[in-house]
């Protein structure tokens, strides 16, 4: 089991930065592949970014794709999602997973577990 906790949320003009962080309890990090979602008001949740387990290998949803840098320090037993460029349209609550095995997921079906949600908000 592990535990996912989110931070770094917030209200931000757009072309603003902002970094989440994910800490995990429980067992260590470095066991699980993990990933952030998000889910705008009146929508699905949808994928953002993945690392592997080792954290040498990432995916991007293309929205994001040169503007958000998906990181895990495992000695630490977090995850960051460091957003550069903000547009309203990354409006939304942000949620890290973490899943068994050695993969880049884009489906929430992949994962086993997930923290609360960090609400990103970007005026425009």
């Known amino acids: 089991q592990v535990q996912l906790v989110e931070s770094g949320g917030g209200l931000v003009q757009a072309g603003g930065s902002l970094r989440l962080s994910c800490a995990a309890s429980?067992?260590?990090?470095?066991?699980?592949?993990t990933g952030w979602f998000r889910q705008a008001p009146g929508k699905e949740r949808d994928f953002v970014a993945a690392i592997n387990r080792s954290g040498g290998v990432t995916s991007y949803t293309d929205s994001v794709k040169g503007r958000f840098t998906i990181s895990k320090d495992n000695a630490k037993n977090t995850m960051y999602l460091q957003m550069n460029s903000l547009k309203p349209e990354d409006t939304a609550v942000y949620y890290c997973?973490?899943?068994?095995?050695?993969?880049?997921?884009?489906?929430?079906?992949?994962?086993?577990?997930w923290g609360q949600g960090t609400q990103v908000t970007v005026s425009s």
């Open positions: 997973a973490a899943g068994y095995g050695n993969f880049l997921g884009d489906q929430e079906s992949m994962y086993n577990f």
């Open positions: 429980g067992r260590t990090f470095s066991s699980y592949s």
